[in-house]
Nanobody, 126 residues
Framework: EVQLQASGGGLVQAGGSLGLSCTASGLSFDDYVIGWFRQAPGKDPEGVSCINSNNNNTHYRNSVKGRFTISSDNAKNTVYLEMNSLQPEDTAVYYC???????????????????WGQGTLVTVSS
């Protein structure tokens, strides 16, 4: 059984930082890309970032480039999302997800991964 366990959300002031973690079980990073989506109230889910641990290829949506960094620790089957300079518009429930190896930009656009983790709420106050 594949499980994706996300953690690390919370409340932070604008300009602050948070880190999210996604620990996967039941799958190998050799076979999947791992990424993050977010959904703000009343809005559709949007792809935030993705990483292919096989080649370290990463992708970020334009609004988070330069502020967010995705990384992976294959030994721990864990993907991290470091979020800096957070803004109120980053407020959302963040979900990690996994999909059989695919280009990360396509992963983010399709929004139809093979597996979803539970969400973790990130709230950025102004």
């Amino acid at each position: 059984e594949v499980q994706l366990q996300a953690s690390g959300g919370g409340l932070v002031q604008a300009g602050g930082s948070l880190g999210l973690s996604c620990t996967a079980s039941g799958l190998s990073f050799d076979d999947y890309v791992i990424g993050w989506f977010r959904q703000a109230p009343g809005k559709d889910p949007e792809g935030v970032s993705c990483i292919n641990s096989n080649n370290n290829n990463t992708h970020y949506r334009n609004s988070v480039k330069g502020r967010f960094t995705i990384s992976s620790d294959n030994a721990k089957n864990t993907v991290y999302l470091e979020m800096n300079s957070l803004q109120p518009e980053d407020t959302a429930v963040y979900y990690c997800a996994a999909e059989t190896v695919i280009r990360c930009d396509i992963f983010s656009i399709k929004r139809d991964p093979d597996y979803w983790g539970q969400g973790t709420l990130v709230t950025v106050s102004s």
